[in-house]
């Protein structure tokens, strides 16, 4: 079993913000198992959380920015890929400013951090992401497309194309977390020469420098060209010509660092999921507003598949305990008044049994032609055939035993039952058997949603015998 994650000890890291260019410290520190990833603004009072929660993005031009209420907190992807790559589960992020630093453009100052303090394995199980088929996400206009497939583990394959001649196609992959402090954190962020006016009239990248990013050159452009956007920026002139390819002819660390760094922030984005991904995600051209609307369709499906499952551990698919046949034998009902299909689990004091709600049911006959709705009395009298297997059960020759429901307490219908519902059933026994009288709790479910409950008295009682 794999367990949370959180460091060992604080630490702190100080740096200019990539698009407000203000100055701001950030102070990560352990957390307790379930907390989870939060952000608190220090300059703005003791009450300013920003869980790290897909839910809570605002907005994903040139990065993902959080808000909760009147509270933000920008930039965030970075140190939320590192804290992914190094699979840490809790920390609380104070910020004293509206922006996580930019560093070195890569996510290599918050891993190194992470890993100098330790990570230390906690008490609770780790939390996962689990998909039950594969999902897509499609741009068609753009070419873009993400998938994840189901996987028994975290995996990550990534292809850019910016119909540029310094990068054209790139593809970079990541088969296993534990490569990612090498492989992936020191790919650093980059930008294209000729974007960069166009994201100063945005108001963006005011704190960005040749120290924090890497600027591609795709086109020849002159050195008055070049001073001119430094002067814009208020940034000094390079002593360097510009030529086509990296202006400020730094070593890459990779020679795929694009491709590489568009997976990092992938990473980022869908660390903001919450939990850790179980799937092989391959992404052609992804960027932030994708990644988020990517990331919010996995949780949507996500959720409704949640909300589906039972409250309880049981395989709807495997090899029942006791089949129809099996249930003609233990029960006198005969149809149209035998109301359970299957028994899927059953120890001394818990049965699980099943009934498939057809249209051809003949109750449906009369309640009613034209909204047919299962009776709730007949819900009741399922449940009442699943619990008297239990109890039958408990007896040798049960054959020869009959169950008399004494009494029926605490009832309530929560939902309809129509035709297609699989009704699943389970009771437990609130005390022993005395004298050959049990109570039952039951409870009955359709896609995992308690549509009946209720107590049930039985008496256990040997069949008469007939006179010769």
Not at 203 to 208: C, M, P, V
Not at 380 to 389: C, D, K, L, S, V
Request: hydrophobic share 40%; with cysteine; proline share 6%.
């Amino acid at each position: 079993m794999e367990y949370q994650n959180t460091i060992k000890e604080a630490f702190e890291l100080e740096g200019v913000g990539l698009h407000y260019g203000v100055k701001t410290k950030i102070k990560v520190l352990p957390a307790p198992p379930n907390h989870g990833i939060v952000f608190k603004r220090t300059d703005l009072g003791d009450n300013a959380l920003i869980p790290a929660n897909i839910k809570y993005v605002t907005h994903t031009e040139r990065g993902t920015i959080l808000k909760n209420k009147d509270y933000s907190v920008a930039t965030v992807e970075h140190l939320m890929s590192a804290l992914y790559g190094c699979q840490i589960d809790n920390a609380l992020i104070e910020v004293n400013g509206p922006e996580i630093p930019i560093m070195d453009g890569s996510a290599y100052p918050f891993v190194e951090k992470i890993l100098s303090v330790g990570i230390k394995e906690q008490s609770e199980p780790a939390k996962f992401f689990t998909l039950s088929r594969i999902i897509r996400y499609t741009n068609k206009e753009q070419n873009i497309e993400l998938i994840a497939i189901p996987d028994e583990k975290f995996s990550v394959n990534v292809l850019i194309d910016y119909n540029s001649t310094v990068i054209a196609n790139q593809y970079a992959i990541l088969n296993n977390i534990k490569d990612y402090p090498q492989e992936i954190s020191k790919a650093r962020t980059f930008v294209f020469f000729r974007e960069l006016e166009y994201l100063y009239k945005k108001n963006l990248i005011k704190g960005g420098d040749v120290d924090n990013a890497i600027v591609i050159l795709d086109n020849e452009v002159s050195k008055e060209e070049v001073d001119r956007i430094a002067d814009l920026f208020h940034k000094p002139h390079l002593d360097i010509a510009p030529h086509r390819g990296i202006l400020n002819n730094v070593e890459l660390h990779y020679p795929n660092e694009p491709a590489r760094h568009k997976l990092l922030d992938l990473i980022g984005d869908l660390a903001l999921l919450g939990k850790r991904l179980k799937a092989r995600i391959i992404a052609m051209k992804p960027g932030h507003t994708v990644n988020i609307e990517f990331g919010r369709k996995l949780l949507d499906i996500y959720e409704k598949e949640q909300a589906r499952k039972l409250p309880f551990e049981v395989d709807l698919s495997k090899d029942p305990v006791f089949d129809i046949n099996d249930i003609k034998k233990i029960l006198p009902h005969r149809p149209p008044f035998l109301l359970v299909d299957k028994i899927l689990e059953m120890t001394d004091n818990v049965v699980i049994g099943m009934k498939n709600v057809t249209m051809n049911e003949a109750f449906f006959v009369g309640h009613f032609p034209d909204e047919p709705v299962m009776p709730g009395v007949l819900q009741i009298e399922a449940m009442a055939q699943t619990g008297g297997i239990l109890l039958l059960e408990a007896v040798d020759n049960p054959e020869n035993y009959l169950t008399y429901f004494l009494k029926v307490d605490k009832v309530k219908f929560k939902k309809k039952v129509v035709p297609g519902d699989t009704l699943v059933f389970r009771l437990e026994l609130i005390s022993p058997i005395k004298r050959g009288i049990a109570t039952m709790k039951g409870e009955g479910f359709v896609n995992g949603q308690l549509v009946i409950e209720g107590e049930l008295t039985a008496m256990i009682s040997r069949k008469p015998v007939k006179a010769k």
